[in-house]
């Protein structure tokens, strides 16, 4: 049993509680965390602090963080088979991010698609925003994971934690780091905006009508959207890469990530539909199918706030209990003096 244990994968995933959690982050990553738990040896975390790289309302931050606890459990993640924790909760993460940050050249922050993007709309950057993938190399290396499981906008940042690992082991220990691997769906690596379908769906813009699907949003809010859904103007259900039909491989594409069904099969089950107006409900119907029943649990577990404290209470402690000890064993390879 022990020797099977040790042969499983390792897995981290992260998400911020800041804003609502949308259909891309469920089918870019959180579905796909759930699907292969049983497979693995499982860390999700709640990235709080990550959060705190752009400004935040803290009542409202702290409210996002148990609902996306809760969300977390409802669409399937069990702390059985997970540790699902808050970054804040486990001191490991900060710590050990400043002995990275020693080893982690400005440059390679600097050149950070994500972080050129950010800082383009703040007024002033703060130190936090540059200093993002460093806490997310932490994150991952401290608990020696092979997998992290993301949707394809972090896997830049990912890589950058392969850089981290790299330099870090290269320096002062071969093989201390694992050195981990983006894991990227096939399908729903990257879910577009529904009202422009050239910008991801994200969490900072789901407070625009139309542009994001929120779990929690009720099912009518949801087929709103996705009746109101950017296409084209040639009424052809193909998956095609021209620009101007991004809209349309948008809506395939998240169909195709529920459903799990490759393009021939896809395109069958429109094969019959009565141009764009069908494909936007039926995908709307197929959507609603999936979230509604997450919606429910969502709200289950939001009524008992006490034992969700309970089980991230547990998440952290496991939590500590691995990335503690790793940061304690670095700190030791580095020169300081970590007391017995
Ligand atoms: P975050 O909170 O922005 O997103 C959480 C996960 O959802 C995926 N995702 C999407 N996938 C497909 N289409 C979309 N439109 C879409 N939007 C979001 C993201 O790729 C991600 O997998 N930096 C990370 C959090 C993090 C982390 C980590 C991740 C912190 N530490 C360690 C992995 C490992 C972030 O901001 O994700």
Redesign the pocket.
Known sequence: MLIKLMNKERV???????GEF?????????RNWVRDQDKKINYF?I?DL?SLTVPQDPEELRHQTRSLAAMLMACGLTPEKSTIFI?SHVKAHTEGCWLLNTITPLGWLQRMT?FKDKAAKQESILTGLLD??V???G??IFYD?DE???????KQ??EL?RDIAQAFNHRYEEEFFVVPKPVI?TA??????LDDPTR????SYAHIRGHAVRILDEDKEIMRSFKKAVTDSDNEIVFSDDPAKAGVRNLLGIYQAITGKDNEGVLADFADARGYGDLKVRVGEAVINEVAPIRERHKELMNDPAELDRLLAQGAAQAEAVSQPKVDQMKEIMGLIVPK
């Open positions: 981290f995933s992260g998400i911020q509680p800041s949308t259909l891309g982050n469920y089918l870019g990553a959180t975390c990235v990550h970054q994500q993002y993938p806490l997310m190399a994150d991952i994971a992290v499981p993301v949707g394809d906008d972090q940042h990912v934690a769906p729903g690596a990257r879910v577009m905006g991801k769906m994200s969490k």
